[in-house]
């Protein structure tokens, strides 16, 4: 027998593919929303060189290069940052699935067994199968705002992990360099070692001939043993330092770094001034600002939905059933059924009105804050700008310090060798120079640092690329 087509199911097909191009409609354009402040025109300072997305090759350092590598890929943040961008997906998707119907099948099967007084048992066998299709009409866009806000939710998660591994990739530099500074410090610190050991040993022989008294002497070994105690003193903060890279590139902090700088320490030369270009260009570059502005977009999404669901609510359900006592017959016989409901809300307690208050203030909350990063963003820039054009003088000023405690020392001591000079001139001109070394060191090291918080204020302009899972061994379980 000529079975009829199975209509009820060709018309939930076509109902299903209606609602998958209306969720691939639902999706938009996010449009740029003015933060609520007072924009400057520029900023206070600029250069000429162009910035490549990862800015830290910048110093041509390979070494640095390679630990930013592993950074990225294994630094626990990171790895977490991943982690909450796949819940944002997923609760994207949870949301998404309002678009489309919801559809459940049902099957069942039961043998029953009648026993009457004299005559034999009957047993009467049952089987079933069913589908069940509901569907909500959107006609207010109640359930379009929803998935839009869970959608612009997601992609603020996104930008959340690029501003994550944007502050990584600072720290990573920010702590190689002090690991170099801090070896450079050292080499200046084994060379003045070096030099007042000499200085001991000339007191020591003038002394023995009676040309000095024992104080000189005296005066000399604690120069000498205070600055082995510097040493001591920089050699804790590199194993500080280096345990501190280790981290953040997700390893043990006793494992071992890479050596190659390591054998000699030093800082590269300093790059090109960058062109900042405006504060327009900063907000659409940065991904906290732009994390802060889709989030208030999904508040007013949020805001949408819930004015939206104070109005009246259409259902359109579908059901369709068959039965029969032989599994052969199962699909010969269908009940199909379709219903509309209207559900409207007349008394809830205010919780509808207070949900639109609740979600209004929401809104109002993240364009506050979408402001305050913008605000915030301005600050780290122009504090970068000025940190590092005042740096510069006083590396500049260090270094004329330098060139004048040089010539003092060599004076001063030829002077004292000849005893023209008490040894405390000598001593004095020792130490003062002993320590320019060391701060002109530092403020060198700083100035890089400046040039790093520029960078990072700045803004990325890449897109982090997720690490590719490692592959199981064969004994792995």
């Not at 027998?1 to 939930?12: F, G, S, T």
């Not at 603020?156 to 994550?164: H, I, K, S």
């Not at 259409?314 to 199962?330: H, K, P, V, W, Y």
Request: hydrophobic share 45%; net charge negative.
């Amino acid at each position: 027998m000529k079975r009829e087509p199975k209509r009820p199911v060709a018309l939930l097909g076509a109902l299903a593919g209606l609602m998958f191009l209306a969720a691939c409609a639902a999706s938009g354009e996010v449009e740029q929303i003015a933060p609520p402040l007072e924009m400057p025109q520029g900023f206070s300072l600029t250069g000429e060189a162009e910035v490549p997305a990862e800015w830290w090759t910048v110093f041509g350092d390979e070494e640095l290069n390679a630990l930013m590598d592993e950074a990225l890929a294994g630094n626990f943040d990171i790895k977490t940052a991943w982690d909450r961008l796949d819940q944002a997906r997923a609760a994207a998707r949870i949301a998404g699935a309002s678009l489309l119907p919801d559809v459940s099948g049902t099957g069942g099967a039961s043998r029953t067994r009648t026993k009457i007084k004299g005559v034999d048992a009957v047993y009467v066998n049952e089987f079933s199968l069913g589908l069940q299709a509901s569907y909500e009409l959107d006609l207010w866009g109640r359930v379009r705002a929803s998935v839009r806000s869970a959608g612009l939710t997601m992609m603020a998660t996104r930008e959340d992990l690029d501003a994550a591994a944007m502050s990584l990739s600072a720290e990573v530099a920010l702590t190689w360099f002090r690991i170099r500074e801090a070896l450079a410090e050292i080499e200046i610190l084994d060379r003045q070692i070096t030099t007042n050991a000499d200085m001991l040993d000339v007191l020591n022989r003038r002394f023995l001939r009676g040309r000095i008294d024992a104080a000189d002497v005296l005066r000399q070994e604690k120069l000498l043993e205070a600055t082995k105690a510097g040493k001591i003193i920089v050699e804790s903060q590199l194993k500080v330092l280096r345990h501190r890279m280790a981290i953040l590139l997700g390893r043990h902090p006793k494992s071992a770094l890479p050596e190659g700088a390591s054998a000699s320490g030093g800082l590269p030369d300093m790059p090109a001034m960058p062109a900042v270009g405006l504060p327009a260009e900063l907000i659409r570059r940065r991904p906290d600002i732009r994390a802060a502005h889709l989030r208030l977009h999904a508040a007013d999404s949020g805001v949408s939905a819930a004015i939206a669901d104070r109005f009246p609510k259409i259902t359109l359900s579908l059901g369709m059933s068959t039965s029969s006592d032989e599994l052969r017959d199962l699909f010969d016989n269908w009940i199909a059924t379709m219903a509309a409901n209207l559900v409207a809300p007349i008394l809830d307690g205010g919780r509808r009105s207070a949900e639109v208050d609740r979600q209004r203030a929401l809104a109002s909350e993240k364009l506050n804050l979408y402001g305050k990063a913008v605000l915030v963003s301005l600050g780290e820039v122009e504090d970068a700008l000025a940190q590092e054009a005042d740096q510069r003088r006083l590396v500049e000023n260090l270094e004329r310090q330098m060139d004048l405690s040089t010539k003092t020392v060599e004076r001063v001591r030829d002077r004292y060798l000849k005893g023209a000079e008490d040894f405390l001139s000598v001593l004095d001109a020792q130490r003062t120079h002993q320590v320019l070394e060391i701060e002109l060191a530092r403020a060198r090291q700083r100035l890089l640092e400046y040039r790093i918080d520029l960078y990072r204020a700045l803004g990325g302009g890449w897109e982090l690329e997720r690490p590719a899972k490692p592959a199981k061994t064969e004994n792995a379980k």
